[in-house]
């Protein structure tokens, strides 16, 4: 057995040879020969799918990851040349066609998991429902979240919404955001990945929800680490439902 040169684990996104993009946690391996390896949970399957085994990611899935440190950051992409098989309950894949994607982020900022229960409001709709999570990804700038994708409609690109956050501890505040990445999908998940910027106006640094949000992301605010056992998006766990706003 060739012995390993480095591991280290990935967020990674997948794209199948069907066009299908979705979302994994994967740990990275190098060995000696310089081969590399990939190992990561199966993607769960919803329903009376489960009755069936659910398959290993296809032969020429394009793996892109992200590899970042401090100021550095780097977006690399392969594909999946080889099924290795399973073991402890991950399957193993051998990787090729390494190359460098980018080499700067379209983020000034990192985004940081903050436990905190928010809702979404569109400002258009007249529906009187609104989005409820409990928890977000955030930084100063913008907030990303995960949705199902029976919403997908209703998450347009440019459309504004209101944020209210809602801490058990103070009194709640709003921003208004504007959608900048309507639906990164993910179909391990079942969902889309969303994001939205902050309009400027409502984080004015002498304004409430400057000050708080602040505060969140210097009290809770925590980088995301890979979870092997969690596969699909990290935010979905957050997603709460869909409810009539005056019930909430």
């Given at each position: 057995m060739k012995r390993e040169f480095d591991r280290a684990l990935f967020w990674v996104k997948i794209e199948t040879p069907g066009s299908k993009f979705g979302f994994l946690p994967g740990e990275l391996t190098i060995d000696e020969s310089n081969q590399i390896t990939l190992r990561s949970p199966r993607a769960n399957r919803n329903s009376f799918i489960k009755l069936f085994p659910s398959k290993p990611l296809p032969i020429d899935t394009i793996v892109s990851l992200v590899f970042q440190d401090k100021q550095l950051f780097e977006l690399w992409s392969c594909e999946i040349t080889t099924y290795l098989g399973s073991k402890d309950g991950y399957d193993i894949y051998e990787l090729s066609s390494i190359k460098q994607e980018m080499t700067s982020s379209e983020r000034r900022e990192e985004r940081f998991n903050v436990d905190i229960p928010i809702t979404l409001e569109s400002n258009k709709s007249k529906l009187g429902k609104v989005f409820k999570f409990s928890g977000c990804e955030l930084n100063m700038n913008g907030i990303g979240l995960w949705l199902p994708s029976?919403?997908?409609?209703?998450?347009?690109?440019?459309?504004?919404?209101?944020l209210t956050f809602e801490?058990?501890?103070?009194?709640h505040f709003s921003v208004t955001v504007k959608c900048i990445r309507p639906h990164s999908e993910d179909y391990i998940s079942k969902g889309f990945y969303a994001g939205f910027e902050i309009i400027k106006d409502s984080m004015e640094e002498n304004k409430l929800a400057f000050i708080r949000i602040k505060q969140l992301?210097?009290?809770r605010g925590r980088m995301h680490k890979p979870n092997l056992s969690l596969p699909g998006h990290y935010l979905s766990t957050f997603w709460q439902g869909e409810f009539i706003k005056e019930l909430c």
């Amino acid at each position: 057995m060739k012995r390993e040169f480095d591991r280290a684990l990935f967020w990674v996104k997948i794209e199948t040879p069907g066009s299908k993009f979705g979302f994994l946690p994967g740990e990275l391996t190098i060995d000696e020969s310089n081969q590399i390896t990939l190992r990561s949970p199966r993607a769960n399957r919803n329903s009376f799918i489960k009755l069936f085994p659910s398959k290993p990611l296809p032969i020429d899935t394009i793996v892109s990851l992200v590899f970042q440190d401090k100021q550095l950051f780097e977006l690399w992409s392969c594909e999946i040349t080889t099924y290795l098989g399973s073991k402890d309950g991950y399957d193993i894949y051998e990787l090729s066609s390494i190359k460098q994607e980018m080499t700067s982020s379209e983020r000034r900022e990192e985004r940081f998991n903050v436990d905190i229960p928010i809702t979404l409001e569109s400002n258009k709709s007249k529906l009187g429902k609104v989005f409820k999570f409990s928890g977000c990804e955030l930084n100063m700038n913008g907030i990303g979240l995960w949705l199902p994708s029976f919403v997908k409609n209703r998450i347009r690109l440019d459309e504004e919404f209101t944020l209210t956050f809602e801490p058990k501890e103070v009194e709640h505040f709003s921003v208004t955001v504007k959608c900048i990445r309507p639906h990164s999908e993910d179909y391990i998940s079942k969902g889309f990945y969303a994001g939205f910027e902050i309009i400027k106006d409502s984080m004015e640094e002498n304004k409430l929800a400057f000050i708080r949000i602040k505060q969140l992301l210097e009290a809770r605010g925590r980088m995301h680490k890979p979870n092997l056992s969690l596969p699909g998006h990290y935010l979905s766990t957050f997603w709460q439902g869909e409810f009539i706003k005056e019930l909430c």
